[in-house]
């Protein structure tokens, strides 16, 4: 089987999404697939591109505006890789729509991860471009995809919502257990966040939430860092919000961390916590959970099964109950956090694990091949 991934990108401005794509490749290509990769040149060195090796990359230079990504040669890029199977990562931009004029020109069968882009919350911000977009060329892939890739049962309920009839696969994101880092030494214990410094994170509530604990968190030696790349100027306001409010002594922005620095800070914290207000599946979350660390994380991080399991602890984006649900943490021994940390690594391996969900996918594939019976996994409207 030979299937080409196309993403807008897999750098690390991509957040989640590149790792995904990349991970899902390689897995593949270990399970017998020939899987390649199309993707868009990231020029921001700071964000440079990961490691892709031993997968064979298409990189495609954009021209025009960065946000839409026009690239000259994408189908002759994807000509050469002669997929039987074209899996599409992403939405809004041109590799989407390059992706779907290539499927209806060679009649490959495609299918559409949208990596929760079609979420609600997702759906309303720079609501007009998208509004636009989706009149002009994003509905029609949506709607000719052989198959829609749902995260979870959430996703493909706001598939749905958008009278999309086509086959949903429901697989989650997979995560790799990481390789232990000796954590540096450190006086407090520390509460992480990281990902995209961005208002749909939560960081302005979590932030009024350390306001409210200032207090809890010193006498019990707590600190939050917040490690990533701004979008926006997002992380200037919130700066300024714990200079203005006196924490900055307990919020601390450690900048982006990549590969083993990343995972030098999972290693070295106590817990993680994303507030989110939207979220497909929360690739730093999984990644918490391998590293064995305590969550405290949103519903709309669709991960409600951890709850249940002990793996995570919910908190809302509303800075009180966030605030109660701190003074919570901050009085547990390690003893404690350990045990959820421990329930935490368990949920990542037994559910979460790369090669599985590379497998369901290749199933996927076979299936719409005519090659397998449908998966069970695989929704039929």
Not at 86 to 92: I, T, Y
Not at 93 to 117: C, D, F, L, N, W
Not at 129 to 157: G, M, N, P, T, V
Not at 255 to 272: L, M, Q, T
Request: net charge neutral.
């Amino acid at each position: 089987m030979n299937i080409s991934h196309v993403s807008a990108s897999i750098g690390h401005d991509s957040g989640g999404v590149g790792e995904v794509v990349i991970n899902l490749a390689r897995h593949q290509h270990a399970l017998g697939a020939v899987s390649s990769i199309v993707t868009l040149q990231n020029n921001n060195a700071s964000l440079a591109m990961p490691s892709v090796a031993p997968l064979r990359v298409a990189l495609l230079h954009a021209k025009g505006p960065r946000q839409f990504g026009y690239a000259e040669g994408f189908s002759s890029h994807l000509a050469d890789q002669a997929p039987s199977i074209l899996h599409s990562h992403g939405l809004w931009m041109y590799p989407s729509y390059g992706s779907h004029r290539y499927a209806q020109k060679t009649g490959t069968p495609e299918v559409i991860s949208p990596h929760g882009m079609l979420d609600s919350w997702a759906l309303k911000s720079s609501h007009a471009k998208k509004a636009l977009a989706l009149k002009l060329f994003e509905y029609k892939h949506l709607a000719s995809a052989k198959c829609i890739h749902a995260l979870c049962d959430s996703e493909r309920q706001a598939i749905r919502d958008l009278n999309l009839r086509n086959p949903i696969c429901v697989i989650p994101n997979g995560v790799i257990t990481p390789t232990i880092e000796s954590p540096e030494t450190h006086d407090k214990n520390i509460l992480l966040f990281l990902g995209r410094i961005h208002p749909k994170k939560g960081l302005q509530p979590l932030i009024q939430a350390i306001e409210l604990v200032a207090s809890h968190a010193r006498n019990n030696n707590w600190a939050l860092w917040i490690a990533g790349w701004d979008q926006g100027g997002h992380q200037a306001e919130l700066e300024k919000r714990t200079i203005r409010s006196g924490i900055a002594d307990i919020v601390e922005f450690i900048g982006p961390k990549f590969d083993a620095d990343k995972r030098r800070v999972y290693a070295a914290a106590s817990a993680f916590v994303l507030p989110s207000f939207s979220e497909g599946l929360p690739m730093t979350v999984l990644e918490a959970w391998a590293h064995g660390l305590p969550t405290l994380i949103t519903r709309h991080c669709n991960l409600v099964g951890a709850y249940a399991a002990g793996a995570a602890i919910e908190i809302s984006t509303e800075p009180r109950d966030i605030a109660s649900v701190l003074i919570r943490l901050f009085g547990m021994s390690h003893a404690e956090l350990g045990a959820i940390g421990a329930n935490a690594k368990q949920l990542a391996q037994q559910q979460y694990d790369w090669e599985s969900i590379a497998g369901q996918f290749l199933t996927t594939y076979a299936w719409l091949l005519g090659d397998s019976e449908r998966p069970t996994y695989v929704d039929i409207a």
